[in-house]
């Protein structure tokens, strides 16, 4: 059975001037209510300000009993692994064990590499110090000593606590090119896109399991997700001027720029439910939804969606 996760609006709520956070946690138990399986959040520091990712999802874990709860997506090459670990640790317990670590590399723009020169990163090393810090975060989350040689250096350290879930939470990376979807196979445990098309989902998660069986790994071990945006109006003219308002506001290019790398869907229930079930006939098992404002609408709509696709 496929599960359906929801992405709560901390991007927008900032555009909007709306910082404070006890609408963002009402949608989180609306949305709880609703039988959605997971609660998501986005992560920045200044390219696109939002609300802190991590320390948004432990209010949401207080407020929620049932959701797993991720990041869509987090940098972890932004951030100190070790303080990383501990952080993740900490929020898992306050889940126990509902976290799902969503990471990316992060897209080559302008406002991006500003970030991490002012988060005193190398944006061109980004990838190494993701692959290694998060290395690094599974070591120091078996709770063992850990003795470290590499970008980061340390001897016999022990981390307490270690996360609820024994390992700590699963790693969900995403990835819009082959080396992407080899190294999700290779290191990870899950592959989280938000690019390919529907007829490209399927050929594009084999080599993601090939790229495990590579490294000799199962990939049915593997979770393959999808992240996907929405406009759902039985006006399909209006669905495509607010989706294309959505994204032109939210990434300030023209709509039409984004939709080619991040797939979205503009038009009624039954062309929405048509979507998103095709992309679990072709093999995705979690897709996670962000809707284009309209959010109380929006989470009542996928959730008769859900209903009658029989999820």
């Known amino acids: 059975m496929p599960k359906v996760g929801y992405l709560l609006p901390t991007r927008e709520r900032v555009m909007e001037g709306r910082y404070e956070t006890a609408s963002l946690l009402a949608l989180a138990e609306r949305a709880e209510g609703l039988g959605f399986d997971s609660l998501w959040v986005g992560d920045s520091l200044l390219a696109r300000p939002r609300h ?4 948004l999802l432990a209010a949401v874990a207080a407020r929620t009993r049932k959701p797993e709860l991720g990041t869509a997506v987090l940098l972890p090459a932004l951030r100190n692994p070790v303080l990383l670990a501990h952080q993740v640790a900490t929020l898992d317990r306050i889940a126990e064990g509902r976290i799902i670590l969503g990471i990316g590399i992060a897209s080559d723009w302008p406002n991006i590499r500003a970030e991490f020169e002012a988060a005193g990163v190398t944006f061109e090393k980004r990838i190494g110090r ?25 001897k016999d350290a022990v981390l307490g606590p270690t996360p609820h879930r024994p390992g700590g939470p699963p790693l969900w990376i995403a990835g819009a090119v082959t080396a992407a979807r080899t190294r999700a196979g290779k290191h990870f445990d899950g592959w989280f896109p938000n690019s390919p098309a529907i007829a490209e989902f399927a050929p594009q998660w084999a080599e993601v399991q090939a790229g495990a069986r590579a490294a000799g790994r199962d990939p049915a071990g593997l979770t393959a997700a999808m ?14 001027d607010k989706l294309n308002a959505y994204l032109e506001h ?21 062309g929405a439910a048509a979507w998103m079930k095709a992309y679990v006939d072709a093999g995705a098992s979690h897709l996670v939804l962000r809707f284009a404002g309209d959010h109380e609408r929006h989470l009542e709509a996928a959730a008769k969606i859900r209903r009658d696709l029989g999820w």
């Open 52 to 55: 802190d990712a991590l320390t």
């Open 130 to 154: 993701l692959i290694e810090g998060m290395a690094l975060c599974r070591a120091l989350w078996t709770g063992k000593p850990v003795t470290w040689d590499g970008r980061w250096k340390m």
């Open 250 to 270: 939210y990434y300030n290019m023209p709509a039409n720029e984004t939709r080619k790398r991040q797939m979205s869907y503009a038009g009624s229930a039954a």
């Open 227 to 240: 992240y996907l945006t929405l406009a759902i109006d039985d006006d399909e003219r209006r669905a495509d």
